[in-house]
């Protein structure tokens, strides 16, 4: 069996609302393995994208583990977290979150100036696969919400990351829009041997991955 690439052991996490606690995730088991691609759903409020932010380091368990490719993170401060984020971790939102007064172009290559790595032939690939070769030079807050996406796709991918989590990407768009943008994030994802985490409410969505998790009342099932 390969190793995983993330494994969350015994891991608890819940938030304080005046004097009450308020646990979120009660001592979640999970490993994701190297190439899989899975879909997390559950009710709203059931934990998906606190789960997403304790992998990626914004936020820390209460108790319990999260270990990246064997190695725990309990130690970590919060430089050895950035240069994680930056080297081995994509991520794509539901808003987009690109930097607004940059065009497309520089938006992708931001995640490799973050690394000190130049623009190279994998970024043109993903450029053209991604349909993106005639918008590179338009500042992204001038692109249609789809499109804003597959530069949102091309940055989360342009380091070719070991883990690309995605929340609600295909939240703020269109059906057929979120087909296309789900197509490629898959189809990219492979080539890069990037293991996928995909939170989603959309059943279309999650259907494209290999996997499918729900999380509620603070566990998850497969
Ligand atoms: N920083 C925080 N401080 C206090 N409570 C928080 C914080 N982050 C999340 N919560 C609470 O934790 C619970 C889970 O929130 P989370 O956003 O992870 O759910 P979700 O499953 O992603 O929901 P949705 O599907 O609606 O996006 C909610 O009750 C939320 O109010």
Known sequence: MKAAIVELSQLTKGFSDGDQYHKVLDRVELQLLP?????????????????LNLIAGFERPDSGRVLFEQQATDGWRDRQWSAFRRQQLGMVFQQFNLLTPLNAADNIAFSLHLINQPWNAWCDHLVSRLGLATLLERKVEHLSGGQQQRVAIARALAHKPRLLLADE??????AAA??????????????????????THSQACADFMRRRWRLELGAIHE
């Open 35 to 51: 190439g899989d691609t899975v879909a997390l759903q559950g009710p709203s409020g059931s934990g998906k994208s606190t789960l």
């Open 169 to 174: 990407p295909t939240g703020n768009l269109d």
């Open 178 to 199: 979120g087909q296309e943008v789900m197509a490629l994030l898959c189809e990219l994802a492979e080539e890069a041997a990037t293991t996928v985490l995909l939170v």
